[in-house]
Structures are given as structure tokens and as C-alpha cells.
């Protein structure tokens, strides 16, 4: 059906800690000064990113996904939800700590179809910017005593970040994106959050944002596991491949082009996130200009393919 990529129109979602930096960085037209997320490879429901391009232009990546199956590869009898997000954040302000459930959780009580495991490239920091990753809880009473008392300094675990940096941030963990930072997080296809501390902040109505304290330290794992995995680096002609993670859910990759390169697709599909510089994407004898901020699939039914430029894109796949 599509013998080449499907082009996908970004989702913006205003956020109480969002600013304009996908205006300024990404020259997207935001809603507000408040724009806090584009979601730019999205099949959820809170959310869906619009075909651009092909016989199915003006359709939703769900659609897709529920009416051709054959371009994920998708089997007739896999009833199963789109199974990932791509989204970029603008952090203006610091995010909540937050925590999220793994699959079984998120469907036995949230009738959820996966939890969410993400990952996290850093796309700008300011200096000095931070991330929460982890917690300093040695046990689930310990935990819950540091919460209930707001020992956040105690609790809390921090990293500092700087463009170019990679986390993995499986479910259960405890995290949080510090302000002024600009990440390309991919994730499974959920919405679930469970907010720890929101730094006591009101909203224009003097309203706190509500917490979800029980569910949060049922998911919490204790104690905290740093997530460490292998990378490796290879050469594709003039494309340099980065593997930031091999996960259970998905694989992330870092490509870095130079020149020129002809690629085969052995995935089911691959998203693409062009992240800096141009270049040109070529499918049978179709070329297509990609930029900073084009989004794109690669379905299943696209073989060979070639890339010419200067471009990094960020790339995964289940």
C-alpha cells in the first residue's frame, strides 16, 4: 500500500511547566507559551498523530494501525493497541516526580493495555540542568516514611545531563526531567502517570495538582535499580549507528549520516525522528526532503532504501 515513509503531523500538549522552545528549536506552530510536549509518533487515544502523505493522508496512525495492518506487519489476529510514543518535551520548569506502572499493573487496575517503560535523548540542557532518576529507599517502609514526610532532598536521586546523553527509564522507576532540558523520549503507547511531589505548585486557580501517592509506592521499585545497558556503534557507508538500548519493548538508535547510504529494512517497521540537519530519503525512485522536526514510519513493505545528507536522526522499533 505505501512504498514509501508515512510522514506523521506532531500532537502539541500544553503543560503547566511547558515553554516555547518547539517554536524556537523545532519551528513548530505552538499553541501557547506553555507547550510543553509534542507527541510525534503517536497511535494513543489522547493524542494521535495524523497521516500527512499517501492514500491514507488526513487518517490517524490508529487507523493505520487497526484498518492496514500489513504496514507494521501486523498479524489478523493481534487485537493488541499501537505499542509505541515518540514524544519531545520542552522542560521550562521542572517536571513532577513521577512513577509509572509496568503491563500487568496497568491492566489489571487501570484497564490499560501496557504500562510504560521510556527513554530518554537529550536533546539541549541548560548548565547545571538535572534529572531525578532513582530513589535512596532501602525498603517499602523506608519509602513510604521518606514520602510521608517529604524527605525529597534525602529521597530523591539526581544526575546531571548534557545534550547528547541517553537514559533508560524502565516502569517502576522513579524519575523526573529537570528544568531546562529538551529530551526525545520513546516509549510504550501510555498515559499512565503516577505523581509523587509536584514541588507544592498551584495552578492560576490556587488548585494543587493531585498526587497518587498509593498506586505510586505499589509500583515503586525498592530498592532502586540504576538501568544500565549495552551500546554499540557500527558503520553503514557514511551512516554512523549508535544502539543506545535493546530493550524488551524497543530498540533506540542514534544515526548519524554524513554522506550518503543504502539501508535495508529488516524490522516489521522503524520510526524516525530527524533530530538536527537536512537530507533526503529515497524509496524506488521517490525521493522525500527530511528536516529537524520530520517524523516519520518506514512500513513493512518498504525494502531498500537510501539516505543522502547531514542529518542525525534519532530511530526504534518494537
Known sequence: MYKEP???QPVFQERIWGGQKLQTEFNYEIPSAQTGEAWVISA???GPSIITNGPLAGKTLADAWNEHGELFHKSKDNDEEYPLLVK???ANDDLSVQVHPNDTYAREVEGAPYGKTECWY???AEPEAELVIGHHAKSDQELKTMVENGEWDQFLGRIKVQAGDFVYVPSGTIHAIGKGIVILETQQSSDITYRVYDYDRTDAEGNKREL????AMEVTTVPHKDAVGEQSVSKVEDLTVKQLVEA????VYHWELEGSASLTLEQDFLQVSVIDGNATITVEDQSFEIE???HFILPNGVRN???TGKAELIVSHV
Open 88 to 90: 519531545i518535551l520542552d
Open 305 to 307: 532504501y537510501q539516505l
Open 248 to 251: 524488551e519493548y524497543f530498540s
Open 44 to 46: 494513543h487515544p489522547n
Open 292 to 294: 529537524k522536526g520530520s
Open 122 to 124: 537529550v536533546l539541549s
Open 6 to 8: 508515512i510522514f506523521l
Open 212 to 215: 497518587h501517592l498509593e498506586k
